[in-house]
Every structure is written in C-alpha cells, then in structure tokens.
Antibody, heavy 117, light 110 residues
Framework: QVQLQESGPGLVKPSETLSLTCALS?????????WSWVRQAPGKALEWIGE???????NYIPSLKSRVVMSVDMSKNQISLQLTSVTAADTALYFC??????????WGQGTLVTVSS | QSALTQPASVSGSPGQSITISCTGT?????????VSWYQHHPGKAPKLMIS???NRPSGISNRFSGSKSGNTASLTISGLQAEDEADYYC??????????FGTGTKVTVL
C-alpha cells in the first residue's frame, strides 16, 4: 500500500524552527514527482506552502518564502519542511502531497503542529 | 492570493444531486484548466476526486463530475450517498506560479 506519512514535533516554541518530514512508503520517488506541503490552520482554508522537485527545484508561496526551506532525499524516499521564526499563526495541520502536472494525486493524513510556549 | 470562494455547507438527501461552486478570478480559476477537487474526511488523507476541471481519476465514481464557466468551477455529486459526507476543497494553479485552495465546503447527507 502506497502512502505518505508526515512526522515531527507536535509542539514548537515561538521564534523557533518547525521541522517536519514526509516519508513515502510502498513506492519510490519518481523524476516526474513534485512534492508539496499544505497546511490548514484551525478553522481556516487549506494553504499551499510550496513545492519541491526531485532535483531540489523549489517554488514557495511569496508570503512564506523568507522562512521556508524544503528539501528532498530520494535515497530515503522522503521530503522535509523547515519553517523558521514560527508564531502562533503557524499553528496548523500540515500535509504533504505528491503531485505531477498541477495535480496532487496522493496526500498524507497530516500532522498537527502547535506553536506555543 | 485570496482563497477561492466556496459555500460553507451544502446538504442533500440520499439519491439527490448537489453542486458545490468554487469562485476565483481570471488569475486562477478563469485563467487555467488546472482546477482540482479534493474530498477530505477529517483525520484521513485528502483524496483527489476531479482534476483538470472535469477529469475523473481512475477509481473515482462517475457520480462525481466537474465543470467550469468563466471564473467559477463546480463539482456535482449525483446520487448522493452517506459516504459522500465530507469536506470538499477546490484548488487552482495561479498566475503567480502558486496554488490556491477554496474555503472548503462541508457536505451533509440528510
């Protein structure tokens, strides 16, 4: 069964760095894949954070670009997200998604991150 | 980039048809045929239901259909079933080389 699983600390202190990993199991990363991170703050709409290709080419949403770093490790079949200088506004359910050609064909279940001291 | 506008909730009885709208601008929905729809049961992974406005991926019931007119895309669920009760989100590629989601619609089967 092919699936994505996000993981990381559920609690991050304000001003610190949020670090999440998304692992692909049951399949291998492909050169056609683009990997996205999407988040959903409580009571809010889904928000696309950015994407990364298998070569490491990235595309981030402008509002978060200064604080986001995404990376990919094809040998480990995983991608990572780092979001620096977090505030309470970064509290959200974070999803990773596997996409190609402008469509996300597979998603993880999401991991909840709370920013609080 | 503002979220695409969806109705907060839509309901229908089993067997009925419902339609969820997704309104954007010429910079997103109206400018590209890269509109997708996702079904999300809370606590589970979102699931792709429609891609490229009206394309149904393999394995998705033909009760789900999509369309677009101008800056508004729509998802229609016909023959509504209890299992269709979920949150639904549209998404679109934008002219800022990014993606934007809809505000989300909670579908209730009465």
């Amino acid at each position: 069964q092919v699936q994505l699983q996000e993981s990381g600390p559920g609690l991050v202190k304000p001003s610190e760095t949020l670090s999440l990993t998304c692992a692909l199991s049951g399949d291998s990363m492909r050169s056609s894949d683009w990997w996205s991170w999407v988040r959903q703050a409580p009571g809010k709409a889904l928000e696309w954070i950015g994407e990364i290709s298998h070569t490491g080419t990235t595309n981030y949403i402008p509002s978060l670009k200064s604080r986001v770093v995404m990376s990919v490790d094809m040998s480990k079949n995983q991608i990572s997200l780092q979001l620096t200088s977090v505030t309470a506004a970064d509290t959200a359910l974070y999803f990773c998604a596997r996409g190609a050609d402008y469509v996300w064909h597979m998603w993880g279940q999401g991991t909840l991150v709370t920013v609080s001291s | 980039q503002s979220a695409l506008t969806q109705p907060a909730s839509v309901s229908g009885s089993p067997g009925q048809s419902i339609t969820i709208s997704c309104t954007g601008t010429s910079s997103d929905v109206g400018g590209y045929n890269y509109v997708s729809w996702y079904q999300h049961h809370p606590g589970k992974a979102p699931k792709l239901m429609i891609s490229y406005v009206s394309n149904r991926p393999s394995g998705i019931s033909n009760r789900f259909s999509g369309s677009k007119s101008g800056n508004t895309a729509s998802l229609t669920i016909s023959g509504l079933q209890a299992e269709d009760e979920a949150d639904y989100y549209c998404s679109s590629y934008t002219n800022s080389r990014s993606y934007v989601f809809g505000t989300g619609t909670k579908v209730t089967v009465l």
